[in-house]
């Protein structure tokens, strides 16, 4: 049984004092005994109560031993200051400090907080709260994991045919979110009925995609803006740019205009550090770079035609994978191609010659991935045909460190966020190596195969922690690397600074002596062509000469035939006498030369 009252009041008597009054009693209700109940009683016999002749009592006492006062300092380390207040300039620090100390709640601020940092020194004065307890203690070697990984979370393209995950992009805002490109990248061979639409994944709901995005054409590349995580740039396989705004839906929001976009698929986009953070660039294999805005898509800003040649010939470009760009050298930006040559260029050059400023070359095969170390900029990592190689910009002849040729080919890679001796890379074979060489550099530190299809494409989260690897038949795969490889560990930021440095003057002296050596062996075959060239002159020389006396000869007996000629022409024609008269003359000149032989032989 349940009893109820319901008090009403008014609600302008909200609140109000109680005033209360004597009255008579009233009967609100009346509950006769239950006999049935009294029966179910059972007496307790016999019953043992113990009482005390007084109220119980307790005495407590604490011993506290006189503490001494004693004056101690605090470090106070400078903070708090506004974004647009930069603490090192004196001139807004004192302006700052004034307009603060205008404010009317400043007094009342100030007397409040006095209160409790009076409260606070005296505490600290009376126990030294900063004490430390295990000074004297030697320091233990904390013994560190194995390097390992642990698959978290599987996304599977929900399409019945299934296409390549071809690019990842992490959500800038606490990366809860992961947007994946799916694409079939071989030539004319997209199945029919094949999807085009591409998906945002939530990270804890694997099941369904969060969000679909709805291309013309399938997309290659997806990347968020930094800046505004709600909007995302793709890159088309027909070469056109679409941007999508998730606030808005599914649908593009904006496209290129096929005339002016690419004519090939756009294999890389990448967002530049702008003020209105609203400008990219986009690569692809038709040799050209293009500098756009979203707020004008209709028409490239501007377009960089890659041929090293500098004479912007397009039929001689070469044709661009992957792009880099890096925020703190705001004027460079760095393209991979499928030559297996990387092109540093110039996005504030005049001229066209004065935009590609020099060439990496060390690749078999198209450049994949392409990323400058995090924590030391003029180093930067390339992944290529079977091997992945660091590159130094002091030195371009050569790459400073490259890893073993692998029996698969290599397909992507990608730094550490968070440590600078650690990258990733992902092979045909669907496995992903995890490299760390300042711990060992012939070999992987850690090996892990992933799936048994080839493997895409990979991304890092910002804290190091999380890796996303997309595979040939869509699946994304989640894993989570030990921590032992995500923290920074003692001393790790000088070990590969001087690594590199020292890879570099290594690669630097052997680039010098390759130097002396091909000018000496030009010099010996220039020698060697020297005296090619002399025997030959030598040669023609009397070559030349006897030539020259045959030909002297035959003008002189040409001549004299002429000569010969022309005086049996002048001569005059003889009579009849002159005939007998020269018989009779042979005949006695006959006669003669008989008896001469007659003579001797007597």
């Given at each position: 049984m349940e009893i109820v009252y319901v008090y009403v009041k008014k609600r302008s008597e909200f609140g109000k004092q109680c005033n209360f009054s004597d009255r008579q009693a009233e009967l609100n209700i009346d509950i006769?005994?239950?006999?049935?109940?009294?029966?179910?009683?059972?007496?307790?016999?016999?019953?043992?109560?113990?009482?005390?002749?007084?109220?119980?009592?307790?005495?407590?006492?604490?011993?506290?031993?006189?503490?001494?006062?004693?004056?101690?300092?605090?470090?106070?380390?400078?903070?708090g200051w506004p974004k647009d207040v930069n603490p090192l300039e004196l001139e807004q620090t004192i302006r700052f400090r004034k307009k603060v100390e205008k404010d009317e709640n400043y007094i009342n601020a100030i007397m409040q907080l006095g209160s409790i940092m009076e409260h606070c020194i005296k505490q600290n004065n009376a126990i030294d709260i900063y004490q430390e307890y295990f000074d004297d203690e030697d320091e233990m070697e904390v013994t560190e994991e194995a390097p390992s990984a642990k698959t978290?979370?599987?996304?599977?393209?929900?399409?019945?045919?299934?296409?390549?995950?071809?690019?990842?992009?992490?959500?800038?805002?606490?990366?809860?979110?992961?947007?994946v490109a799916y694409s079939c990248l071989n030539f004319q061979r997209a199945p029919e009925g094949m999807s085009h639409e591409s998906y945002i994944w939530d990270l804890e709901n694997p099941n369904r995609p969060e969000i679909v995005l709805k291309p013309s054409s399938p997309l290659v590349t997806l990347e968020y803006n930094p800046k505004d995580s709600h909007v995302l740039l793709g890159g088309c396989y027909n070469g056109q740019l679409a941007c999508w705004d998730t606030r808005k839906g599914s649908l593009v929001a904006e496209l290129s205009t096929i005339e002016f976009s690419h004519r090939d698929p756009v294999y890389d986009s990448i967002w530049l550090q702008s003020k209105t953070g609203?400008?990219?660039?986009?690569?692809?294999?038709?040799?050209?770079?293009?500098?756009?805005?979203?707020?004008?898509?209709?028409?490239p800003t501007e377009v960089v035609i890659l041929d090293i040649t500098r004479k912007e010939r397009l039929e001689n470009a070469l044709g661009a994978i992957s792009?880099?760009?890096?925020?703190?050298?705001?004027?460079?930006?760095?393209?991979?191609?499928?030559?297996?040559?990387?092109i540093s260029c110039n996005r504030k050059a005049k001229t066209s010659a004065e935009k590609i400023v020099c060439t990496f070359s060390g690749h078999h095969g198209p450049i994949y991935a392409l990323q400058r170390n995090p924590f030391y900029p003029k180093n930067f990592l390339t992944v290529g045909d079977w091997t992945a190689r660091i590159w130094s910009e002091d030195s371009r002849e050569s790459s400073i460190m490259w890893t073993k040729y692998h029996m698969s080919y290599l397909t992507d890679g990608a730094w550490s966020p968070v440590r600078p001796a650690v990258f990733f890379t992902t092979k045909m074979d669907g496995t992903l190596d995890i490299w760390d060489f300042v711990f060992k550099h012939c070999d992987p530190a850690l090996s892990l195969k992933v799936c048994d299809e080839a493997l895409f494409c990979l991304r890092v989260q910002d804290n190091g922690c999380f890796i996303a690897c997309g595979s040939q038949l869509g699946t994304t795969t989640l894993l989570e690397v030990s921590s032992g490889l995500?923290?920074?560990?003692?001393?790790?930021?000088?070990?590969?600074?001087?690594?590199?440095?020292?890879?570099?003057?290594?690669?630097?002296?052997?680039?010098?002596?390759?130097?002396?050596?091909?000018?000496?062996?030009?010099?010996?075959?220039?020698g060697k062509d020297d005296a090619q060239r002399e025997e030959e002159t030598t040669l023609n020389l009397e070559e030349l000469v006897t030539k020259a006396e045959e030909e002297f000869f035959d003008i002189i007996f040409t001549e004299l035939k002429k000569k010969e000629?022309?005086?049996?022409?002048?001569?005059?024609?003889?009579?009849?006498?002159?005939?007998?008269?020269?018989?009779?003359?042979?005949?006695?000149?006959?006669?003669?030369?008989e008896d001469k032989r007659a003579g001797t032989l007597a």
């Open positions: 006769p005994p239950n006999p049935e109940l009294a029966e179910q009683f059972v007496e307790r016999n016999p019953v043992d109560v113990g009482v005390q002749c007084s109220t119980s009592m307790s005495e407590h006492e604490a011993n506290t031993e006189r503490f001494e006062m004693e004056t101690r300092g605090i470090n106070h380390v400078e903070g978290i979370n599987v996304f599977r393209d929900p399409q019945e045919i299934k296409r390549s995950a071809t690019h990842l992009s992490w959500h800038p805002d606490g990366n809860k979110k992961l947007a609203t400008e990219f660039f986009s690569a692809s294999t038709d040799g050209q770079v293009m500098w756009w805005d979203i707020r004008k898509m209709s028409e792009l880099e760009f890096e925020s703190t050298l705001p004027t460079k930006f760095m393209v991979g191609t499928e030559q297996g040559i990387v995500c923290t920074l560990q003692r001393n790790e930021k000088n070990i590969a600074s001087s690594i590199f440095e020292r890879e570099t003057r290594r690669e630097k002296i052997l680039e010098a002596r390759h130097r002396e050596m091909r000018l000496k062996e030009k010099g010996k075959a220039e000629v022309e005086a049996i022409k002048k001569k005059p024609k003889p009579t009849h006498r002159d005939l007998e008269a020269d018989e009779e003359m042979e005949g006695e000149d006959q006669g003669e030369e």
